[in-house]
């Protein structure tokens, strides 16, 4: 599968929209609802949650799709 990387103008208004209403916030609760549902422990669920702010701090959009399609799941 060929992944398209998108390059977005920066003085554009409003890029909230541009992939949906992507927010990190509602990254971390869909993370957090799979690992609930999948059973794992509260101690775990934020240790992997802590992970992923820093994540999103030093990982591009791009980047971690670029994991996500290498991921063997």
């Known amino acids: 599968m060929a992944l398209e990387v998108r390059t977005v103008d920066p003085t554009k208004e409003d890029l909230r929209y541009l992939d949906g ?6 990254c971390k609760g869909y993370a957090i609802m799979a690992m609930q549902r999948a059973g794992l422990d509260a101690d775990i669920i934020k240790k992997v949650t802590r992970e992923m702010n820093w994540c999103f701090d030093d990982t591009t959009v791009e980047e971690a799709a670029r994991v996500f399609y290498k991921a063997e799941v």
Not at 21 to 26: G, M, T
């Open 21 to 26: 209403p992507w927010r990190n916030d509602a």
